[in-house]
């Protein structure tokens, strides 16, 4: 069979949660997950980008370079798809509790100090001799959830790694069956318990502000450290009630002089939910809200729609409800 050229439809994107003492490891150490690789959702597009950080060496006595020496290695995963499932959650707060029962099981992430790393396999199909890329130590960087009016919800998942091995073993696909989330089966509640009418998209973006840490004898990461987490929203709404967020904005009064301390006043709690067809729920409940940004424009040839952006200082939690009893969770397979 002759090597062929290809589309992404001969291609494959699964991951699965590693066993996190590999950071403990040099690279050769850190291996990847031995639990069963799930998919990341439906219409994914994933992007890998790969970078050595060379640099060019000049000296007295030419004007051409004398040498290139390739410094810290650093590679980013980019996943961007459909919402079907959830689980990359595990990444992107930290921790999770499976609960409860037959056809409608729960999984309950909340936040961690330590961000969960997964190992990726990138596969392409390319005839005689395939290519397989596995990407080891993603940690999720940022994780972008959006809903919007006569679209699908969808993700993207920003994911530098640490480092990856290229291979020739064929990887078989494991395709996501569950059903769309879309805009039609979603609510926005602001505070919670109070449903903000006719909202025409929604963007909630959770940042770990990873940084990575090298050291002298590799030009690999030794670690991946998550700073100040962040949740930032961004809300578009027709506007036809100036309490509805406007006033909020302006502290819950009908004045932007008062209160006059400047103190602001918090919305206590913001709760997003989706569902799709089948039944199952994605819950996101924020605490601590604060609407820093409002702007109303006026055009006569269009809706006049209110646009708002803030953030949440923590989430209570993200409630992941399906017929699946145990979401995937960290592998065990390093001693």
Not at 105 to 128: D, M, P, W
Request: overall charge negative.
């Amino acid at each position: 069979m002759a090597q062929n050229y290809i589309s992404g439809a001969d291609t494959i994107a699964l991951y699965a949660y590693e066993d996190q003492d590999g950071w403990t490891k040099d690279v050769s150490g850190h291996t990847p997950s031995d639990e069963t690789y799930v998919p990341f959702g439906q219409g994914v597009e994933i992007t890998v980008s790969r970078n050595n950080n060379a640099e060019r060496i000049y000296g007295v006595g030419d004007r051409n370079a004398t040498a290139t020496v390739n410094k810290q290695y650093a590679g980013t995963l980019t996943v961007n798809g459909v919402m079907t499932n959830a689980y990359w959650l595990l990444g992107a707060l930290g921790a999770n509790t499976d609960g409860g029962s037959v056809g409608a099981y729960t999984h309950t992430y909340t936040e961690a100090n330590k961000v969960i790393s997964f190992s990726t396999k990138a596969f392409a199909e390319l005839g005689t001799i395939d290519s397989l890329s596995t990407l080891i130590g993603c940690r999720i960087n940022t994780l972008k959830i959006s809903a919007a009016v006569n679209e699908p919800v969808r993700f993207t998942i920003e994911a530098p790694y640490r480092y990856e091995t290229l291979g020739t073993t064929s990887t078989s696909d494991n395709p996501d069956v569950e059903p769309v989330f879309t805009f039609a089966h979603g609510s926005i509640e602001l505070p919670d318990g109070t449903e903000l009418a006719a909202v025409q998209n929604i963007e909630l973006t959770i940042n770990n502000n990873l940084e990575p840490v090298y050291e002298v004898g590799s030009r690999f990461m030794r670690d991946l450290v998550a700073k100040a987490r962040e949740y930032n929203f961004t809300i578009t709404a027709a506007f036809n009630d100036q309490t509805k967020l406007l006033t909020k904005f302006m502290n819950g009064t009908n004045s932007a002089t008062a209160p006059d301390d400047g103190s602001g006043t918090e919305i206590a709690t913001m709760q997003l939910t989706f569902t799709n067809d089948e039944g199952d729920i994605l819950e996101i409940n924020l605490t601590g809200v604060h609407i820093n940004e409002e702007s109303l424009p006026q055009n006569i040839n269009e809706v006049v729609k209110e646009e708002v952006t803030g953030w949440a200082r923590a989430c209570t939690n993200i409630i992941y409800t399906n017929d699946v009893q145990n979401a995937p969770a960290e592998a065990t397979n390093i001693a």
